[in-house]
């Protein structure tokens, strides 16, 4: 069946349009229910944690934080109050601009982030990396890389987080 006809794309453009908003809808709700079931944890919750994992001594300010998972200051701030209720993120003063709030991960936070990531990547890779060849792997990451630049916290759509 034929993708439907998008005024002003290709046929080829309307398929690869409808096949990537249907990833963009369905891929974080499987990964949510994934994550929620067997961690107790969001996906929203997870990619706070991992991001904070990444970065030297656990911690970030929080601005830079909201913009690393593409969200609002004060959805991130419900967030982080959530995370510190369980023990797992802290809000510290920055001790180079008191002005500024960090989030630091715990160790248990640490621990947590640990204990929920084998899950998440089997999921991930059932769910993506299985229904592709290596080809189409490097293909997405190729194509999607392009879409990232173009609309992440260093692109185009930046500037309304800022």
Known sequence: MAAP???????????AWMAL???????PAA???QL???SGISHFEFGVMSALVRQPGDTMRMKEL????????????????????HGWVEREPDPDDGRVTLAVLTAAG?????????GHV???????????SPDQIRGLAEALSKVVEATGPRGACSSRMN
Not at 5 to 15: N, T, V
Not at 69 to 79: D, E, G, K, P, Q
């Open 31 to 33: 990964l949510d229910l």
């Open 21 to 27: 908003i249907g990833t963009t809808i369905w891929l």
């Open 5 to 15: 006809r998008i005024p002003g794309l290709s046929d080829q453009e309307a398929s």
């Open 110 to 118: 640490r621990r947590k982030v640990a204990s929920a990531t084998p």
């Open 122 to 132: 089997a999921a991930v890779r059932s769910l993506v990396f299985d229904q592709m």
């Open 36 to 38: 929620q079931r067997d």
């Open 66 to 85: 909201a913009l690393r998972t593409n969200s609002a200051l004060s959805r991130l701030s419900r967030v982080v109050d959530r995370l510190d209720g």
